[in-house]
C-alpha cells in the first residue's frame, strides 16, 4: 500500500498532488484568491483551505445545498475561507458563480475536486516515486483526475504495471472517457465497475463490515466514500483468484479521510 494518506493531515493523498501545479499555476499568473466549489463534507474544499492559507491566498468556496455547518466547514473557516452556499440549481453553472464574483479578475479557478490538467499532472508523478515494479496497481476514482494521471505516469516511467481503476459512483464508465480527454492511454488500464454500492457516498452493510475489519486488523485507516470500495474490490478479485500466483499488487491510499466525520452513522451499531 502506497500511503499518500500521511502526505499532509489535511492535503492528504491525491488532494495534494492535484493542487500542486493548480497553485504554482495561480502563482505564475499573479492571482491571490483561490476559487473552488464542493459539498459540505468535502475533502477537497478542506484541502484548498489549508493550502491558501499555507501559501498565502485567499479562499473561497461555493457550497452544493443548504447552509449548514460541521466540522470539515468549521476547520475550513479556522483555514480562512469564505463560504457561499447556493442552490443546487445554480451550482450546476460553475462558470457563471465565478464570474459573478467581485474578485474574479484576480481568482483563480480550481474545479470540484481538483480535477483537470493541472491535476492530473501532479498526480502523474505519483508512479515516479515507486521503487519497484508492480504488475498491478489499484485506485479509487471519482472524477478520474487522479486515475488520469497514474496511467500518464505509468506510460511515461515507462512501466508495465496494468492500472486498476475503481468508480466509487453508479454509472462510472464516463471516467474511461474523462480520462482520454486529460490525455491518459488506456491500454493499461481496466475499470472494474460494479463496486459502487449504489452510488457516490451510499453504502451497504458489507462495505461497513468490511472497512471496519481492516481498520482493525491493520490500524490503517480508510473511509467508505473511496479507498474503501477500492479496497472491497480488490479483496474481492483475490478472493475470486483473478490474479497470477505471485502477482505484485499495489494499493494507491488517496487519503480523504476528513470525509469519514460524514460517515460515522454507519459505524455506530
Not at 475503481?166 to 480527454?181: N, R, T, Y
Request: glycine share 12%.
Amino acid at each position: 500500500m502506497k500511503r499518500d494518506d500521511m502526505i499532509h493531515p489535511f492535503i492528504s493523498g491525491n488532494k495534494w498532488r492535484k493542487l500542486k501545479y493548480n497553485l504554482l499555476k495561480a502563482k505564475e499568473l499573479g492571482k491571490d484568491t483561490l476559487i473552488t466549489f464542493g459539498g459540505a463534507w468535502s475533502n477537497h474544499i478542506l484541502a484548498v483551505a489549508c493550502a491558501a492559507a499555507s501559501a498565502g491566498f485567499y479562499a473561497k468556496a461555493f457550497i452544493r445545498g443548504e447552509e449548514i455547518s460541521n466540522t470539515v466547514l468549521d476547520m475550513c473557516r479556522l483555514f480562512g475561507m469564505e463560504l457561499l452556499f447556493v442552490s443546487r440549481e445554480d451550482y450546476k453553472d460553475k462558470e457563471k458563480l465565478f464570474n459573478g464574483l467581485q474578485e474574479a479578475d484576480r481568482s483563480f479557478m480550481i474545479d470540484e475536486g481538483g480535477s483537470g490538467t493541472e491535476g492530473a499532472r501532479g498526480c502523474s508523478e505519483l508512479v515516479g516515486e515507486l521503487e519497484r515494479q508492480y504488475d498491478h496497481i489499484f485506485v479509487a476514482a471519482g472524477t478520474g483526475t487522479t486515475a488520469a494521471g497514474i496511467a500518464m505516469g505509468i506510460a511515461q516511467e515507462d512501466k508495465k504495471s496494468l492500472l486498476h481503476v475503481v468508480p466509487v459512483l453508479k454509472g462510472g464508465g464516463f471516467i474511461a472517457d474523462e480520462m482520454l480527454l486529460l490525455g491518459a492511454n488506456l491500454q493499461q488500464s481496466r475499470l472494474h465497475l460494479d463496486y459502487h454500492f449504489g452510488g457516490y457516498a451510499k453504502v451497504k452493510p458489507e462495505l461497513i463490515q468490511f472497512v471496519q475489519s481492516f481498520v482493525r486488523q491493520t490500524g490503517i485507516m480508510i473511509e467508505p466514500t473511496y479507498t474503501g470500495k477500492a479496497l472491497f474490490a480488490l479483496h474481492d478479485l483475490l478472493e475470486k483468484d483473478m490474479f497470477e500466483k505471485g502477482s505484485q499488487i499495489l494499493f494507491i491510499h488517496t487519503g480523504g479521510l476528513t470525509g469519514l466525520l460524514g460517515q460515522l452513522k454507519h459505524f455506530q451499531d
